[in-house]
């Protein structure tokens, strides 16, 4: 590990901003979670929440987006080909998120996916710009949907 890149880690306002959201949920819900931002500016994902009574651990990798001028959503989001090789490799338990919601009034904007690798694996990839397309129409929405199914749904206890 560089050790200057560790002494300033670069953390992007939005994942600024996201980090603290998801940290404001968890106090506010009583969860015993930890979340962990990487601290090499070029990870393949940007946190790690950690239940820390039986250390189940969930990746998140998170793109603030912006829209093109009139569009209210897109058939697609994606993801380079070299970060879905990593997730498939290394991060099992992963969501994407692409939030919009900067932009907008309206919190529905904000769409996530957990990977599967038999469903990604069936994604389109064009290979001209390196990049994995994901269908909008199977992502799921909402900051406090994405909390539920990632934190709410794990016992805070030993796991089944």
Request: aromatic share 18%; proline share 2%.
């Amino acid at each position: 590990m560089n050790k200057t890149e560790n002494e300033n880690p670069i953390i992007l306002d939005s994942e600024k901003i996201f980090a603290l959201a998801i940290n404001n949920y968890l106090n506010n819900n009583g969860a015993n979670w930890k979340i962990i931002k990487s601290e090499f500016k070029y990870c393949y994902l940007d946190f790690v929440l950690i239940n820390l009574n039986n250390l189940y651990s969930v990746y998140l990798e998170f793109k603030e987006r912006s829209y093109a001028c009139g569009y209210k959503s897109y058939e697609t989001y994606f993801i380079s080909l070299r970060k879905y090789q990593a997730i498939k490799k290394y991060y099992k338990n992963c969501y994407i998120v692409w939030d919009f919601t900067h932009n907008t009034a309206n919190d529905n904007q904000f769409y996530y996916i957990k990977f599967d690798e038999k469903l990604f694996d069936t994604f389109e990839k064009d290979i001209d710009k390196s990049r994995l397309l994901i269908p909008s129409n199977l992502c799921k929405t909402g900051f406090v949907n994405l909390m539920t199914e990632m934190i709410d749904a794990v016992p805070n206890r030993n796991l089944i």
